[in-house]
């Protein structure tokens, strides 16, 4: 079916319309790329044509990108000489921009060309930015809902048809960075002040029309076409463009730490492009867009960020044949942190929520945590008057069980006890209807037991939020072992109503995310206790890609949380819980009084505003540095090993049931490397032999903790990867 049509009118304009057959959006492909260069082609060759408008068919957008699955298999079907065929396949799209910028006009003169405009409904992004950049005006909607940028760089690729060399040769590379280098997504108003765009009309495709019938042969010609062109900003080897560059450089090895490669790539695509002509900046920027692309790290980006989050926000897990059970009144026992930010979020979805605490006092403290967030987003021009007391109406705070009546769902997030927990929930189930599912938020404590207060274990689950609540992305939702399927599909419809991407596990100690961000922790902190720098451990970390270092995630998640969390473990394990210096050290740091930031004294010292001032030189008193120090990689292997053993194990005893869910979870919510994909893309980049191998020699230096996994030994020996052994629809480990 046609992905672009051609239409032409009395007044000589060719109008191309781009309207992808069964999508919201438009997306590109390789069928719409062939068909999008006969549509240019017929124009360009039609005498009765005066100029040329690309439009779009979608009502409010012009285009989403690139279709991502066809980017996440390029390499795959680019034959035995995958690097050839991904350069000449992409200079193929290169050579169509180019025709549609050069527009027919004589290569010498720069005259006889057709203006081609682009007339945009609303948002555009990614290709769907690079397309209209190789026009010769852009014009906009007036739609304040509409976002334009390019976000490549988000999912571990940058822009490669052209995108980049065209945006920095129009703005120069200071005023392009926050597009290319940030992936940032902008309203017409700023695109337009920014020079992104041209123009924002209330109607883009007359004013597009009206434009082609009046240009000249000089306004369709590009700045970087024309004779005496200058960079804005400067080139390299001015000495303006040259601090521009270092700076860049910087910025990106700030933010970086060197762990993702498209940033890299996309600053040497950019500053090589800059000291040659337009053409061979375009060559320049395949060569390293390839590069990006034959990077596995760009695959598993792709497939973990958008194709797996994507598919798990669409319910690629949810129960069939059960009908929808959207929440339209909720239920949230307890006004604490966790319960204030659970309220907060349901408002801003448009759910009824009842908010319940001990007394109204306290009630009231959770709702003003959402009156505080809109009035920071009133404050930024985010949000209206209109918009805050619409939301607060939506929240009745109060002490009274009896205002759970009519709930559909109940969010537990009341103190971490069991016995604390067992009571609320047999005097909330005595007032709420018969078929109101019953979720608890708790975020260690086994659900099944959890269920046994119940008295309709089936309608029982756990939805495990992560603090704080309103930016983390990721919801954890664990089945019992008696949750029925309508819990499933009661939870997973809820976190699709508040926007946010869920999980969904099968009930364990710690469930999936703890279970691996507690090994994490806790390897940093026997690091310590040998004498390794904190300053190497977390930096370490970093240089993997995670958000922050181990050793500064125990300061912010609190070290009495840590040393709770170990001695509830002990008194349920008993004598099979293994000892280790971890909790030594967390225990040792609680007697000091050094719970964490929230106490201004942790692994860092902190000044009154709570502003990290350095590592705490107690802990080299306690634990002195060992000389000489362990080897980076070695250090980085430890840390990574530690949390991916767990994923295997997890999915090894059926905690995990999806490996798309093992990697989108780790992800979103603890930073897991974004880079690798997850951990089980993870094992397959570095390959399950050399992961076998690697854990034998940590384990014989280290201990048992690192013991290989029968599921990992066996997938070496086969030499299989867990994409290729568990396909995305597999239900559970095999």
């Not at 191309?16 to 060759?45: F, H, R, Y």
């Not at 801003?348 to 987003?377: F, S």
């Not at 975020?443 to 029982?460: D, H, M, N």
């Amino acid at each position: 079916m046609a992905e672009f049509t051609l239409t032409k009118d009395a007044d000589g304009v060719a109008t191309l319309t781009w309207d992808v057959p069964g999508k919201s959006m438009n997306v590109m492909s390789i069928e719409g790329l062939q068909q999008l260069e006969a549509c240019i082609d017929d124009a360009l060759a039609d005498e009765a044509v005066k100029g040329i408008v690309i439009t779009s068919g979608k009502e409010g957008s012009f285009a989403g990108g690139m279709d991502l699955n066809i980017l996440a298999k390029m390499k795959d079907d680019a034959g035995d000489d995958p690097a050839r065929g991904l350069f000449d396949g992409i200079m193929q799209m290169h050579a169509l921009l180019r025709k549609i910028e050069l527009a027919g006009m004589d290569p010498k003169t720069k005259k006889g060309g057709k203006p081609i405009a682009a007339a945009l409904p609303g948002t555009a992004a990614g290709i769907g930015l690079e397309l209209p950049l190789a026009t010769h005006r852009i014009f906009v909607a007036d739609n304040p809902k509409a976002r334009i940028g390019l976000p490549e760089i988000m999912v571990g690729i940058f822009p490669g048809a052209g995108g980049t060399t065209r945006l920095v040769r129009k703005l120069g590379a200071m005023g392009a960075s926050p597009f290319l280098l940030e992936g940032k997504m902008v309203e017409p108003a700023k695109a337009k002040s920014a020079g992104l765009i041209d123009e924002v009309v209330a109607d883009p495709l007359a004013a597009a029309k009206a434009w082609v019938l009046s240009a000249k042969d000089a306004d369709i010609v590009k700045p970087w076409d024309a004779k005496g062109y200058k960079m804005p900003g400067g080139a390299p080897y001015h000495p303006a463009g040259f601090m521009t560059f270092v700076g860049a450089n910087a910025m990106v090895s700030a933010k970086t730490k060197g762990a993702f490669p498209a940033p890299k790539a996309l600053l040497s695509a950019v500053y090589e492009g800059a000291l040659v002509d337009f053409d061979t900046a375009l060559r320049i920027e395949a060569r390293w867009f390839t590069h990006v692309l034959m990077n596995p790290s760009s695959g598993a980006m792709i497939r973990s960020l958008f194709l797996n989050k994507e598919a798990l926000e669409k319910g690629a897990v949810r129960p069939k044949d059960i009908p929808d059970q959207r929440v339209k009144k909720l239920g949230v026992l307890g006004a604490g942190m966790m319960g204030a930010g659970i309220a907060l979020v349901s408002a801003q979805a448009g759910l009824e929520v009842v908010l319940i605490d001990r007394d109204q006092e306290a009630a009231d403290r959770g709702k003003a945590y959402t009156e505080a967030y809109l009035d920071k987003g009133i404050a930024r021009k985010k949000v209206t008057t209109e918009k805050k007391e619409a939301m607060l109406s939506l929240i009745t705070a109060t002490p009274d069980l009896d205002a759970l009546k009519g709930c559909d769902l109940i969010i537990e997030a009341v103190f971490e006890d069991p016995g604390v927990k067992a009571e609320m929930t047999q005097k909330v189930e005595a007032i709420i209807p018969e078929d109101c599912i019953f979720a608890s938020n708790t975020s260690t404590l086994p659900i099944t037991e959890l269920a046994k207060a119940s008295k309709r274990a089936e309608q029982f689950i756990g939805i495990h939020f992560f603090s704080p609540v309103e930016k983390m992305l990721l919801v954890e939702i664990i089945k019992g072992k008696e949750t029925g399927d309508r819990a499933v599909a009661k939870a997973l419809d809820y976190v699709r109503q508040i926007r946010k991407t869920p999980i969904v596990v099968n009930d364990a100690r710690f469930f999936y995310c703890n279970r691996c961000i507690i090994p994490y922790m806790n390897e940093a902190m026997r690091m310590v206790t040998e004498g390794v720098s904190p300053v190497l451990i977390d930096h370490a970390a970093q240089q993997l890609g995670f958000p922050v270092g181990p050793i500064q995630l125990t300061d912010e998640t609190s070290i009495d949380l840590g040393a709770k969390i170990a001695r509830a473990t002990k008194a349920a394990m008993g004598d099979a819980y293994p000892d280790s210096p971890s909790d030594d050290l967390i225990f040792w740091m609680e007697e000091e009084g050094r719970l964490g930031r929230k106490s201004k004294a942790g692994f860092f010292d902190y000044d009154e505003k709570g502003k990290r001032l350095g590592y705490w030189k107690g802990m080299a008193d306690k634990y002195p540095l060992a000389d000489p120090q362990p080897d980076l990689i070695e250090v980085q292997e430890r840390l990574m090993f530690a949390q991916v053993l767990e994923a295997v194990r997890a999915l090894e005893e059926g905690v995990l049931m999806d490996i798309r869910e093992g990697d989108v979870g780790a992800i979103l919510a603890w930073g897991f490397a974004p880079w690798s994909g997850g951990p089980l893309s993870w094992i397959d980049i570095i390959g399950t032999p050399y992961a076998a191998e690697r854990c034998d020699q940590l384990t014989e230096a280290y201990g048992e903790r690192f013991a290989c996994p029968p599921l990992l030994r066996e997938m070496a020996e086969k030499g299989q990867t867990f994409y290729g052994r568990f396909n995305p629809e597999a239900k559970a480990a095999a």
